[in-house]
């Protein structure tokens, strides 16, 4: 039971332009969602986080959106550069986990940023 | 910066042997994480730990168990491996046990069980 989806699992995006990827959850006691960026041949790093009682949150060139209502966010990249191709993981937690630090992956979206 | 260091990047081991993967991270940080990584399927808990000599099963600690005798040190152990355990092995270390608190990661083990 796959409560974190991410159903695009690559996407191929032109240098200066946005990107867009995009989670759902299944879970409505997730109440924190973060996303996570890995390269090749190495672990995931934390990028940006948002909380449930957000709809939005901005670092940078990334955004990420929530919208609880459908149980779907997505993360918005402007503009996109080249070092940021990369696999990117959607995550989410919550009480019901058991712990609210257990984290729930998405199956990864592998971005290209072509020149 | 917060560092977690897994012994191994690459394992070959054959099936029925004892497999120790060990992590060791450098923050003083109460939680830890083994994750396995595979195509399709993302990153699933196997074990987490809160504090030491505890632990907790995660969403597939079949095959797994765990050994926290160490805050610093969190070893995953196969005991019997086999080829379904073939995969990326990840470790991850965070503060504090509430929800804002982001994973850190090391490089990873990958393992290959023939």
């Known amino acids: 039971d796959q409560q974190v989806k991410q159903n695009s699992p690559s996407l191929s995006v032109q240098e200066g332009r946005i990107s867009i990827l995009n989670c759902d959850y299944t879970?409505?006691?997730?109440?924190?969602f973060l996303w996570y960026k890995k390269y090749p041949a190495e672990g995931p790093t934390f990028l940006i986080s948002?909380?449930?009682?957000?709809d939005k949150n901005e670092d940078g060139r990334f955004t990420v959106f929530l919208n609880k209502s459908a149980k779907h966010l997505s993360l918005h990249i402007v503009p996109s550069q080249p070092g940021d191709s990369a696999v990117y993981f959607c995550?989410?937690?919550?009480?019901?986990?058991?712990?609210?630090?257990?984290?729930?992956f998405g199956t990864g979206t592998r971005l290209q940023v072509t020149l | 910066d917060v560092k977690v260091t897994q012994s191994s990047r690459y394992l070959v081991k054959r099936t029925g042997e004892k497999v120790f993967l060990e992590c060791v991270q450098d923050?003083?940080?109460?939680?830890m994480f083994w994750y396995r990584q595979d195509p399709g399927l993302g990153l699933r808990l196997i074990y987490f730990s809160y504090d030491v000599k505890m632990k907790e099963k995660g969403d597939i600690p079949e095959g797994y168990s765990v050994s926290r005798e160490k805050k610093e040190r969190f070893s995953l152990i196969l005991e019997s491996a086999s080829t379904n355990q073939t995969s990326m092995y990840l470790c991850?270390?965070?503060?504090?046990?509430?929800?804002?608190?982001?994973?850190?990661f090391g490089n990873g083990t990958r393992l290959t069980v023939t």
């Open positions: 995550a989410a937690s919550g009480l019901n986990t058991g712990t609210a630090s257990k984290l729930t």
């Open positions: 879970n409505s006691m997730f109440d924190y």
């Open positions: 991850a270390s965070s503060l504090f046990r509430v929800n804002n608190s982001p994973l850190h």
């Open positions: 923050m003083d940080h109460e939680n």
């Open positions: 948002i909380s449930s009682i957000k």
